[in-house]
């Protein structure tokens, strides 16, 4: 993930929703879940830099 940005990785999964989630809600549910996992990750990173930051 080093190099893409959170919104990159979103703005594809959007991408990705329109192209193939059509009448596909177990797709579109997937693509969420993975939506959140990447969004959960780099708060968790940025969280982690500022608490190095703070020490």
């Not at 959007?14 to 780099?42: C, H, M, T, W």
């Not at 990173?45 to 500022?50: N, Q, S, T, V, Y």
């Amino acid at each position: 993930m080093i190099g893409v940005t959170y919104q990159e990785i979103h703005l594809f999964v959007e991408f990705l929703k329109k192209q193939y989630g059509q009448g596909r809600p177990d797709y579109i549910e997937a693509l969420n879940d993975l939506d959140g996992l990447v969004k959960v990750s780099y708060r968790e990173a940025i969280e982690r830099f500022l608490e190095d930051e703070v020490r």
